[in-house]
């Protein structure tokens, strides 16, 4: 079956430390993954898509699979990083989005 | 550019009533969502529509119902409301056939249900 795993609710960092938000997937096929940032009371957007192979915001994930994981990464995590981070698989058949449950990053100064 | 627009942004319902939460796009995508996100448990999706005239459920369809009479417009329709759906609801859109594209949310509706 589809899922999609974040096993953080909550990570907690000081500014300047090295950020990683685990994000696991169970797929059958090729996946397509991506990173969606909730910042507070703000819309749901876009981070980053495993295809692009971007670095956004200095974030970068990379598709591990053999590890099935897509993890989020940031070397020196700022205040303004502070958001609910969802990991997100497109399932082909639907075209629809499969999210993990969340992790909520918290970045004290 | 507007893109994906819902309204209201919040509302407080009593038990028994009913309501729609309006989605509209500009973007003239085919395919629109409605998902629900609950706390700790992430987005679900609600119903899905590939285009005008055609919907589908998603994994949490009961006590719900769409339509889709315009490209532009996919209004989720609540008609008992129950406290179970409290919650935060997220319209999106996406041009499918066009390749590595996301989906576009709107800013979300909180339901209260009282």
């Known amino acids: ?109 | 550019n507007a893109g994906v627009t819902q309204t209201p942004k919040f509302r407080i319902l009593k038990i028994g009533q009913s309501m729609t939460l309006q989605c509209t796009q500009d973007m003239n995508h085919n395919y629109m969502y409605w998902y629900r996100q609950d706390p700790g448990m992430g987005l679900k999706l609600i119903y899905y529509s590939v285009g005008a005239g055609i919907t589908d459920k998603g994994e949490v369809p009961n006590g719900y119902n769409v339509s889709r009479s315009t490209t532009e417009d996919f209004p989720l329709r609540l008609e008992l409301a129950a406290p179970s759906q409290t919650s935060v609801y997220f319209c999106a859109s996406i041009e499918t056939g066009v390749e590595d594209q996301p989906q576009h949310f709107g800013d979300g509706t909180r339901l209260s249900i009282l």
């Open chain 1, 1 to 109: 079956a589809q899922r999609v795993t974040q096993p953080e609710k909550l990570l907690s960092v000081f500014k300047g430390a090295p950020v990683e938000l685990k994000c696991n997937y169970s797929y059958s096929g090729s996946p397509e993954l991506f990173w969606y940032v909730q910042y507070s009371r703000q819309r749901l957007q876009l981070l980053l898509r495993h295809i692009s192979r971007e670095s956004i915001k200095g974030f970068t994930a990379d598709l591990n699979k053999g590890e099935t994981s897509f993890h989020l990464k940031k070397p020196f995590a700022q205040e303004e990083d502070s958001a609910m981070y969802y990991c997100a698989l497109r399932d082909y058949n639907t075209d629809k989005l499969i999210f993990g449950t969340g992790t909520r990053l918290q970045v004290f100064p």
